[in-house]
């Protein structure tokens, strides 16, 4: 079966960074995209980046746009996230999830009813 799994949250300070990774197996991830999204308490879960495993086109929120770096490494089937100049607003738990068959090849899904496999989230903290 599908297993996606998070590591690399923590707290940091206001300016700091962190990266976080998605191992993923159990399904042939060429024909499709991952996404991160992230929930704070209280707030729906939001939408932060997306990349496809096969073209590595890439989509970010306005929110991290210039702060936040998504990228692959195909050969390791993971996803990663590089999260700079981090700010209080950012601490959320964050999730990374695998979108599901048949959307378009140049298009990465936003909305979180477009994936169908969660791995279980990684909480960042981020201090001011």
């Known amino acids: 079966q599908v297993q996606l799994v998070e590591s690399g949250g923590g707290l940091v300070q206001a300016g700091g960074s962190l990266r976080l990774s998605c191992a993923a197996s159990?399904?042939?991830?060429?024909?499709?995209?991952m996404g991160w999204f992230r929930q704070a308490p209280g707030k729906e879960r939001e939408f932060v980046a997306g990349?496809?495993?096969?073209?590595?086109?890439?989509y970010y929120a306005d929110s991290v746009k210039g702060r936040f770096t998504i990228s692959r490494d195909n050969a390791k089937n993971t996803v990663y996230l590089q999260m700079n100049s981090l700010k209080p607003e950012d601490t959320a738990v964050y999730y990374c999830a695998s979108d599901r068959p048949g959307r378009p090849r140049f298009t990465i899904a936003t909305m979180a009813d477009e994936y169908d496999y969660w791995g279980q989230g990684t909480q960042v903290t981020v201090s001011s």
């Open positions: 159990g399904r042939t991830f060429s024909s499709y995209a």
């Open positions: 990349i496809k495993w096969s073209s590595g086109i890439t």
